[in-house]
Antibody, heavy 118, light 107 residues
Framework: QVQLQESGPGLVKPSETLSLACSVS????????WSWIRQPPGKGLEWIGY???????KFNPSLKSRVTISADMSESHFSLKMTSVTAADTAVYFC????????????WGRGILVTVSS | DIQMTQSPSSLSASVGDRVTITCRAS??????LNWYQQKPGKAPNLLIY???SLQGGVPSRFSGNVSGTDFTLTISSLQPEDFATYYC?????????FGQGTKVELK
């Protein structure tokens, strides 16, 4: 059974960098694509970007200039960095797996709330 | 970006009711659409992929269909555990885009 777990600080100051990690168990990073998605409190879901099995990345154009996704394939975790955060970046951040073939986002982590505030 | 227009934004229904939620894509996405259920404080749970394929473990009262760029999620007989928010997601291309969500509430 694939399991994902987000970790990182729950509070980030405005203009600083948000850094989160997603630990994956029960599956290899090398076999799938892996995404970050976020959800502001009380609002809908926004796809941030993904890293593929070769380490290539794709991002939402609305966030592309501020976001980096990287992966440590041997350690089975991948990471999100978002620079110059503002209160608008306050959200629950989820990591998720793109499943086999065309299933797409099938397994998700439980999410982590990140608040941007001084 | 592909826009996903989901309707209604909310609905009230009773246990046993048949419920239908719709997502319309702004362009042809073939059958590349997933449906998710989300309960408060939880991650979205995959119900349907590729428009009409039921994810393992999901009850058969959930079904999906597609006609052109219009996608529907139907719950044939609403159960107490189905009161939640539902989202569609187009998986045709990047950026992936979600519908705005439909909150299913108890009448």
């Amino acid at each position: 059974q694939v399991q994902l777990q987000e970790s990182g600080p729950g509070l980030v100051k405005p203009s600083e960098t948000l850094s989160l990690a997603c630990s994956v168990s029960g599956g290899s990073l090398r076999s799938y694509y892996w995404s970050w998605i976020r959800q502001p409190p009380g609002k809908g879901l926004e796809w941030i970007g993904y890293i593929d099995s070769s380490g290539s990345t794709k991002f939402n154009p609305s966030l592309k200039s501020r976001v980096t996704i990287s992966a440590d394939m041997s350690e089975s975790h991948f990471s999100l960095k978002m620079t110059s955060v503002t209160a608008a970046d306050t959200a629950v951040y989820f990591c998720a797996r793109h499943g086999p073939g065309i299933v797409d986002l099938d397994y998700w982590g439980r999410g982590i709330l990140v608040t941007v505030s001084s | 970006d592909i826009q996903m227009t989901q309707s209604p934004s909310s609905l009230s229904a009773s246990v046993g009711d048949r419920v239908t939620i719709t997502c319309r894509a702004s362009q042809n996405i073939r059958f590349y659409l997933n449906w998710y259920q989300q309960k408060p404080g939880k991650a979205p749970n995959l119900l349907i992929y590729t428009a009409s394929s039921l994810q393992g473990g999901v009850p058969s009262r959930f079904s999906g269909n597609v006609s052109g760029t219009d996608f529907t999620l139907t719950i044939s007989s609403l159960q107490p555990e189905d009161f939640a928010t539902y989202y569609c997601l187009q998986t045709y291309t990047t950026p992936r885009t979600f519908g705005q969500g439909t909150k299913v509430e108890l009448k």
